[in-house]
T-cell receptor, first 113, second 113 residues
Framework: GNSVTQMEGPVTLSEEAFLTINCTYT??????LFWYVQYPGEGLQLLLK?????DKGSNKGFEATYRKETTSFHLEKGSVQVSDSAVYFC????????????FGKGTKLSVIP | DAGITQSPRHKVTETGTPVTLRCHQT?????MYWYRQDPGHGLRLIHY???????DKGEVSDGYSVSRSKTEDFLLTLESATSSQTSVYFC????????????FGSGTQLSVL
């Protein structure tokens, strides 16, 4: 079955530091890949997505590239801000008719001034 | 923001009692999902619906049932709540098969004592 593995958190960074959150996946076929973000007390929001190999998703300064050869979709940001403190989830779509999403366990990011 | 309302936002109940959580959407989206979020597990799919009266099980459906009698409402019922069902429950909606973006509600914190 499908699975997503994310780096364990929590991750604590100083403001303006470089961020990488690793994500690897196992899936049959050609899934779409996603990063969702959850701010404290809220539901998840789509941050970015990529639908095929070598696609780069980007939003709000975050980027991730769909690497089929390494089955990875690592999230990066060049300079984090305190407002980026949240839990980040990597996910993939099943590709079946219901398009169920399989989520990783989440990585909590704390950015300190 | 997508029009998704979950109710109640918080509930405390006792083991063995029935509990119903409601998800209401104003977007007329076809697909609706119930997830639970637990530390160390990320989000796991409980049940989903692909239309009125059309529902199917997710990966952690034991002990849960759902109903969808109208497009806008998706109910999750715990027939006899157990302490292992203490969790945060999220409802999500999706427009159609070509749009893989999920919109999430704000969640229901359920405590089973």
């Amino acid at each position: 079955g499908n699975s997503v593995t994310q780096m364990e958190g929590p991750v604590t960074l100083s403001e303006e530091a470089f961020l990488t959150i690793n994500c690897t996946y196992t899936a049959t076929g050609y899934p779409s890949l996603f990063w969702y973000v959850q701010y404290p007390g809220e539901g998840l929001q789509l941050l970015l997505k990529a639908t095929k190999a070598d696609d780069k998703g980007s939003n709000k300064g975050f980027e991730a590239t769909y690497r089929k050869e390494t089955t990875s979709f690592h999230l990066e940001k060049g300079s984090v801000q305190v407002s980026d403190s949240a839990v980040y989830f990597c996910a993939l779509s099943s590709g079946a008719g219901s398009y169920q999403l399989t989520f990783g366990k989440g990585t909590k990011l704390s950015v300190i001034p | 923001d997508a029009g998704i309302t979950q109710s109640p936002r918080h509930k405390v109940t006792e083991t063995g009692t029935p509990v119903t959580l409601r998800c209401h959407q104003t977007e007329n989206h076809r697909y609706m999902y119930w997830y639970r979020q637990d530390p160390g597990h990320g989000l796991r799919l409980i049940h989903y619906s692909y239309g009125v009266k059309d529902t199917d099980k997710g990966e952690v459906s034991d002990g849960y049932s759902v109903s969808r009698s109208k497009t806008e409402d998706f109910l999750l019922t715990l027939e006899s709540a157990t302490s292992s069902q203490t969790s945060v429950y999220f409802c999500a909606i999706r427009n159609d098969r070509r749009d893989e973006k999920l919109f999430f509600g704000s969640g229901t914190q359920l405590s089973v004592l």
